[in-house]
T-cell receptor, first 113, second 109 residues
Framework: DAGVTQSPTHLIKTRGQQVTLRCSPK?????VSWYQQALGQGPQFIFQ???????QRGNFPDRFSGHQFPNYSSELNVNALLLGDSALYLC????????????FGPGTRLTVL | AQRVTQPEKLLSVFKGAPVELKCNYS??????LFWYVQYSRQRLQLLLR??SRESIKGFTADLNKGETSFHLKKPFAQEEDSAMYYC???????????FGTGTRLTVIP
């Protein structure tokens, strides 16, 4: 089991563009959470998906949206990119309702120019 | 409102010296606290959780409800302990995590 995988590893975009990040959860996990980690900060919760629905959401604008597929993989979409969206985006998977076994992916480094 | 405070961004200790990484929290109710670690070029991973009361890689952390602290301790630091450490607790009423800003620990040979 490769654990949580994310693609791409790095991404460079310009302001105003749109981006899609992808995540495959660890085998046996059905819940996917997305976090944004700005430089020098801890990860900040964006949203969580379970049963193909957004179940919880952090304090992020509607420009941030997501999707979960029947195979539990997930996408994070960010529209109208701002310079401040530059960060490491982490995906974490877990069995539903089990916080302490969140497994993190390696992250996608997004740079907005 | 819940909050996790890690007052030290950077901490350097010599190999063999004791190390303590501080974490203070505010939370309504009984918190469940975690320490996550990120070694160089590796992903974020769970180090330990207070509910299990176990020692991982020689690290321990005791929940002090009176002082609202969950400091991470190790009696003798090793070079391989150099990493970024994050204290975390569950978001109120949810099962996602709320992280502190992290402490970068450097163990000097």
């Amino acid at each position: 089991d490769a654990g949580v995988t994310q693609s791409p590893t790095h991404l460079i975009k310009t302001r105003g563009q749109q981006v899609t990040l992808r995540c495959s959860p660890k085998s046996g996990h059905d819940t996917v959470s997305w976090y944004q980690q700005a430089l020098g900060q801890g990860p900040q919760f964006i949203f969580q998906y379970y049963e193909e629905e957004e179940r919880q959401r952090g304090n992020f604008p509607d420009r941030f949206s997501g999707h979960q597929f029947p195979n539990y993989s997930s996408e994070l979409n960010v529209n109208a990119l701002l310079l401040g969206d530059s960060a490491l985006y982490l995906c974490a998977s877990s069995p539903q309702g089990v916080t302490d076994t969140q497994y993190f992916g390696p992250g996608t480094r997004l740079t907005v120019l | 409102a819940q909050r996790v405070t890690q007052p030290e961004k950077l901490l350097s200790v010599f190999k063999g010296a004791p190390v303590e990484l501080k974490c203070n929290y505010s939370y309504s109710g009984s918190p469940e606290l975690f320490w996550y670690v990120q070694y160089s070029r590796q992903r974020l991973q769970l180090l330990l959780r207070h509910i299990s009361r176990e020692s991982i890689k020689g690290f321990t952390a005791d929940l002090n409800k009176g002082e609202t602290s969950f400091h991470l301790k190790k009696p003798f630091a090793q070079e391989e302990d150099s990493a970024m450490y994050y204290c975390a607790l569950p978001q109120t009423g949810a099962n996602n995590l709320f992280f502190g800003t992290g402490t970068r620990l450097t163990v000097i040979p």
